[in-house]
């Protein structure tokens, strides 16, 4: 099955540095690539739409200046999270889809294993 | 937002039985997944079924569709303490490209399996 590689698994930080995650399909093409964030014992909230080689869709109320993606190629995108607060501590994950000629392929995600962040 | 709400939010049971979860959504939908969290882990996609299924099967799951009541079941048979776990739907709605569209996922719900 497709495998998507996000790093690091857990960061600690003080407030005010930046933290940038890494999101990599290693065995597929992902055109599009998804970030959500995630509180403990809730469900996942999409945060935005990467897409390759243009600028990230953001949801309502996601700060794009806080949350920056990019998306340079059809394998890797990367979230930074700018000047980093306490109350931006959570786990991000990551997911891409397969771009690959089955509907059926086309149409699930494969996640990355998330990403705790922790910020003093 | 999240359009999927699941219930219960919380199911203990004994190896051996059944799990039954529900989910319901919103808005029209191309298809309806769900999906399995281990407790601080990313999701493994389980099965998907379409807007013009009714039911689908795959091993030990057993997955139902209404889209009359905007509503999913999700079955587990011959539960094993291994299925401990959170397990979320998500949908992405009708009118986008399944190719791009947003996964929007439920509330999702912690089964636990008691060996």
């Known amino acids: 099955g497709a495998v998507v590689s996000q790093h690091p698994s857990w960061v600690i930080c003080k407030s005010g540095t930046s933290v940038k995650i890494e999101c990599r399909s290693l065995?597929?093409?992902?055109?599009?690539m998804f970030w959500y964030r995630q509180f403990p014992k809730q469900s996942l909230m999409l945060m935005a739409t990467?897409?390759?080689?243009?600028?990230?869709?953001?949801e309502q109320g996601v700060e794009k200046d806080k949350f920056l993606i990019n998306h340079a190629s059809l394998t890797l995108s990367t979230l930074t999270v700018t000047s980093a607060h306490p109350e931006d501590s959570s786990f991000y994950i990551c997911s891409a889809r397969n771009r690959g000629p089955l509907v059926a392929t086309n149409e699930k995600l494969f996640f990355g294993s998330g990403t705790q962040l922790s910020v003093l | 937002s999240q359009q999927g709400e699941e219930d219960p939010q919380a199911l203990s049971i004994q190896e051996g039985e059944n799990a039954t979860m529900n989910c319901s959504y919103k808005?029209?939908?191309?298809?309806l997944q769900w999906y399995r969290q281990n407790s601080g882990r990313g999701l493994v996609h389980l099965i998907l079924?379409?807007?013009?299924?009714r039911e689908k099967h795959s091993g030990r799951l057993r997955v139902t569709l209404d889209t009359s009541k905007k509503s999913s079941s999700l079955l587990i048979t011959a539960s094993r303490a291994a299925d401990t776990a959170s397990y979320f739907c998500?949908?992405?709605?009708?009118?986008?490209?399944?190719?791009?569209?947003?996964?929007?996922f439920g509330q999702g719900t912690t089964l636990q399996v008691k060996p």
């Open positions: 998500a949908t992405v709605s009708r009118g986008g490209s399944s190719n791009t569209g947003k996964l929007i």
């Open positions: 065995d597929f093409q992902a055109t599009t």
């Open positions: 990467s897409n390759e080689g243009s600028k990230a869709t953001y």
């Open positions: 079924i379409r807007s013009n299924e």
């Open positions: 808005t029209s939908i191309n298809n």
